[in-house]
């Protein structure tokens, strides 16, 4: 009986880790999307994107990219500079901006 119960776990294992990395995956993708902020009169754009490991955060100026790790809610920290990252809903409770550093607003370009 035990041996039963082990092998069920074994093969039920794999597939129930893939559906929550699949899920967790599924749920980053709301961050994703291309965000801009003025500054000094000219426009940056910023790529946010989900993949396998997280969010990976682009700057389209510099090529840079570093990702983004999942603190709890819609924060996340930049790793790498330890920048704050909280994402802002709008009233529908769509992602609609990111602050970066408690004081760069990106806004979503839709």
Known sequence: MKYLLLLCLLIAGPS???NAQNQQQSNLTQYAGKYQMALHGEIFYLQISANNDG???KALWTGEQNLLKHLSGDNFIM???DWSVKFIRDKKGDVDSVLVRGT????RVK
């Open 79 to 81: 790793q790498g500079k």
């Open 104 to 107: 760069d607003l990106w806004t």
């Open 55 to 57: 969010l990976i955060s």
């Open 16 to 18: 129930t880790f893939s």
